[in-house]
């Protein structure tokens, strides 16, 4: 039904909840990754605090923080800054089998639709691979970038700020998307923070706290709160995230927390609602009464 606004893709196969993990690569993986369904580890988020002060052109916080813990990651990803002439890694590179990839001209009809008719996509898409090697193609990233700007007119939340199960954030996660956000060509792409995996890195210590306040309130249209607590036993669980956000809410200016929180939920689907039912009346025949 078209009143559900969502177009729910799943896109992404090491990220989904659902998924198995992939297999451990021959080299050391990086530590702790949470097995399906383990409570969640209050592992210290260093690469995701650590990239925002490690790119010296990010105006980000520059919180002092302790070096990644494990081999370092992927290179920076310039995926989202990068001129589209020039990317880091061509789209066409390390393309995997068809099926659920954003090289699929299937999701590119999708998307087309969903701008027309005024609907809203998530998109579940993982920055990096779970286990990145060394010098491995930032290929998500620049596959992303180039879908975003492949559809302008559609607004796209990309689910968990492209992180995953067993997808920890790279280097440079919060300052891939500073450039991401900032860039003009970008301005359909919205960032979603639910689920208690994405919390976990953000309330893990007070500078990530910090600097993902920081760069919320630098782009308080642009973030979105959800919890993704699947059928809930009781009110408890469906605020468990919401609860771990409360130091993330609490660095926030009120009206900037609100946004975050409702905010820019309320605009982005009421503006949705209006724009399907205008083109439910444009196209959908009525029967006659
Ligand atoms: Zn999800």
């Known amino acids: 039904m078209l009143t559900s606004l969502?177009?729910?893709?799943?896109?992404?196969?090491?990220?989904?909840?659902?998924?198995?993990p992939p297999e451990p690569p021959p080299a050391p993986p990086p530590a702790a990754v949470p097995a399906p369904g383990a409570a969640p580890e209050p592992q210290p988020p260093a690469n995701l605090e650590g990239g925002v002060v490690q790119v010296p052109t990010a105006p980000a916080s520059a919180a002092p923080l302790p070096p990644p813990p494990s081999p370092p990651p992927a290179p920076a990803l310039e995926a989202l800054e990068a001129p589209a002439a020039a990317p880091a890694v061509s789209s066409q590179q390390s393309v995997r089998a068809p099926g659920a990839s954003l090289l699929n001209p299937?999701?590119?009809?999708?998307?087309?639709?969903?701008?027309?008719?005024?609907?809203?996509a998530i998109i579940h898409n993982d920055v990096d691979m779970p286990f990145p090697k060394p010098g491995q193609d930032p290929y998500q990233v620049v596959q992303m970038r180039d879908l975003v700007k492949r559809?302008?007119?559609?607004t796209i939340i990309w689910a968990h700020a492209g992180l995953g199960r067993v997808v920890r954030p790279v280097?440079?996660?919060?300052?891939?998307?500073?450039?991401?956000?900032?860039?003009?060509?970008?301005?359909?792409?919205?960032?979603?923070?639910?689920?208690d995996e994405v919390a976990k890195y953000v309330v893990a210590?007070?500078?990530?706290?910090?600097?993902?306040?920081?760069?919320?309130?630098?782009?308080p249209d642009r973030f979105l709160f959800g919890t993704d607590e699947v059928a809930p036993s009781d009110q408890q669980k469906y605020l468990k995230v919401y609860d771990m956000y409360a130091p993330l809410f609490a660095a926030l200016p009120p009206d900037v927390s609100r946004k975050f929180r409702m905010g820019n939920y309320e605009r982005l689907f009421d503006a949705a609602r209006q724009k399907v039912r205008a083109w439910e009346k444009a196209h959908v025949?009525?029967?006659?009464s």
């Open 285 to 288: 025949p009525r029967p006659a």
């Open 205 to 219: 210590s007070p500078e990530a706290v910090q600097a993902t306040a920081d760069l919320i309130k630098r782009y």
């Open 6 to 20: 969502i177009c729910y893709l799943w896109l992404q196969q090491q990220s989904i909840e659902n998924s198995k």
């Open 171 to 195: 280097k440079d996660q919060l300052a891939i998307m500073d450039r991401g956000l900032a860039n003009p060509e970008f301005k359909n792409l919205y960032i979603d923070l639910s689920w």
């Open 151 to 154: 559809h302008p007119n559609t």
């Open 106 to 120: 299937a999701l590119d009809r999708l998307l087309d639709f969903a701008g027309e008719a005024g609907l809203v």
